[in-house]
Nanobody, 121 residues
Framework: QVQLVESGGGYVQPGGSLRLSCAAS????????MGWYRQERGKQRDLVAR???????HYADSVKDRFTISGNNANNTVSLQMDGLKPEDTAIYFC???????????????WGQGTQVTVSS
């Protein structure tokens, strides 16, 4: 079973920085995409950043020029560097992985347990 473990969340003042990391394991295979989503308290889960096919990064408009997603295929890790954090960035951040299952001829999605990011003075 695929497992995703996030780390790096915490408390930071507005304008500060945090770096989130996610390690994937358990039958990932070679055809997969990873990214980050977040969910504010009482709201839906929304995209933050993800890799598209061809390792092209895609960002939500709200985090462009502030967040940077990076990946390491060698150890199946994805990171999110968050700079210029704002109070509205406060949320639980979830690591995301989508893999291609050739035996089922379908994509499957997996989620981490989430890590809390709190931006407040």
């Amino acid at each position: 079973q695929v497992q995703l473990v996030e780390s790096g969340g915490g408390y930071v003042q507005p304008g500060g920085s945090l770096r989130l990391s996610c390690a994937a394991s358990g039958g990932i295979g070679s055809s997969y995409l990873m990214g980050w989503y977040r969910q504010e308290r009482g709201k839906q889960r929304d995209l933050v950043a993800r890799f598209e096919l061809g390792s092209v990064p895609h960002y939500a408009d709200s985090v462009k020029d502030r967040f940077t997603i990076s990946g390491n295929n060698a150890n199946n890790t994805v990171s999110l560097q968050m700079d210029g954090l704002k109070p509205e960035d406060t949320a639980i951040y979830f690591c995301y992985l989508r893999k291609w299952d050739s035996s089922q001829f379908s994509w499957y999605e997996y989620w981490g347990q989430g890590t809390q990011v709190t931006v407040s003075s």
